[in-house]
């Protein structure tokens, strides 16, 4: 990475009261029902034979990976993490890449049970939705909800604090030479 926010070992994450917290997951799990969506969520070990995009997973970023690659490609809107998710070597590049991004991303205590039990994947941690959810009408809502919250509107201003990181360049090497300067090469001394 070119870029580090704030120093190496500080995190600069939002701070959110707990209520804002578990008003955050009780949207996800009211909006991420499938008694309410009508489609299964879980994952299955079953191969279909028509190979098509899930309706709704096909507008979310699922786990660490996908949440990275989806950060990468700018196609975030939203990216949430588990509290659990705690080594900094793994949370660091998600707080990093939003922030250079403009990318809001929040901590939320106990996500990973919510995840785990919603799409079935052990550990599930974190989630992102894509800018693509606004093509499905309930996950636009889900997210326009969330992202009220979190930003805050006229009638009601947000709790979420969000502590801006500062950019430090990266260590340049002195020894690196630039290939412009040429080295003095030493001349055998004549007899």
């Not at 998710?85 to 991004?101: D, E, R």
């Not at 969330?146 to 990266?170: A, C, E, H, M, Y």
């Amino acid at each position: 990475m070119k870029v580090y926010v704030a120093a190496p070992g500080q995190h600069n994450w939002p701070s959110i009261p707990d209520d804002v917290q578990d008003r955050l997951l009780e949207l996800l799990k009211e909006y991420l029902n499938e008694e309410k969506l009508g489609i299964p969520l879980k994952r299955t070990r079953k191969i279909s034979k028509d190979l098509v995009k899930h309706p709704i997973k096909q507008h979310l970023a699922i786990g660490l990976r996908s949440v990275m690659r989806c950060l990468k490609q700018k196609q975030c809107l939203l990216v949430l993490v588990c509290t659990s998710l705690a080594p900094i070597i793994l949370t660091k590049p998600i707080l990093l890449l939003s922030q250079i991004h403009s990318i809001p991303s929040i901590r939320i205590k106990n996500l990973a049970t919510t995840l785990t039990k919603t799409f079935s994947i052990p550990q599930c941690s974190t989630i992102g939705f894509k800018l693509s959810c606004h093509e499905h009408s309930q996950l636009k809502d889900l997210a326009d909800n969330l992202l009220q919250i979190i930003n805050g509107d006229d009638k009601q201003p947000s709790s979420v604090t969000f502590i801006p990181g500062k950019i430090i360049p990266p260590y340049q090497n002195p020894k690196r030479i630039s290939a412009g300067i040429e080295k003095k090469k030493n001349k055998p001394k004549k007899k």
